[in-house]
């Protein structure tokens, strides 16, 4: 995607979102990220910065300042909000917000109340059991296949 900056008689300037992310990206330090940025059109121009990090307060200010020192020159005015991450409470949150929104999660919750109208709790019970045992039998298939094509030893060799 590719934010409106200016017009000019010769054409309009567009910053590529994806760019100036990867961009910010490269100046934060390992533990911040960039989550989000947006772009206001003008002269006056505002980058919207939505940053997390794990880091100290005083950290993230010094984040703020370089990217304010070296945003400021290109021409556009920083704005920086620090969003709520690395916290346990706020990761929980944000896994089960993901968990939720998945077409996967309601397709399995959907399969598992009609098998449970449909064949009981034993029958349930013996699905779930038999899936499971299967999906560790298929993991150990893989793998040994896998090794073997790697040319590493068998899983099953003796020494």
């Given at each position: 995607m590719?934010?409106?900056w200016k017009r000019t008689p010769h054409g309009s300037i567009r910053v590529s979102c994806d760019?100036?992310?990867?961009f910010v990206n490269s100046v934060l330090s390992r533990k911040a990220?960039?989550?989000?940025?947006?772009?206001?059109?003008?002269?006056?121009?505002?980058m919207t910065l939505v940053l997390?990090?794990?880091?100290?307060?005083?950290?993230?200010?010094k984040i703020e300042e370089r990217l304010t020192s070296i945003i400021v020159p290109l021409g556009?005015?920083?704005?920086?909000?620090?969003?709520?991450?690395g916290t346990p409470g706020a990761e929980l949150c944000e896994?089960?917000?993901s968990v939720h929104q998945s077409?996967?999660?309601w397709m399995l919750v959907t399969v598992l109340l009609a098998l449970r109208i449909m064949a009981g709790w034993k029958g349930l019970f013996w699905t779930i059991f038999w899936g499971t045992a299967a999906w560790f039998f298929s993991k150990f298939a893989i793998s040994a296949i896998t090794r073997k094509k790697m040319g590493f030893p068998s899983l099953l060799a003796r020494r």
């Open positions: 590719y934010f409106l760019g100036f992310s990867e990220t960039c989550r989000s940025l947006s772009l206001t059109e003008g002269e006056n121009a505002v997390s990090s794990n880091d100290a307060a005083e950290e993230c200010c556009l005015s920083v704005q920086v909000i620090w969003a709520d991450r896994t089960l917000a077409p996967w999660t």
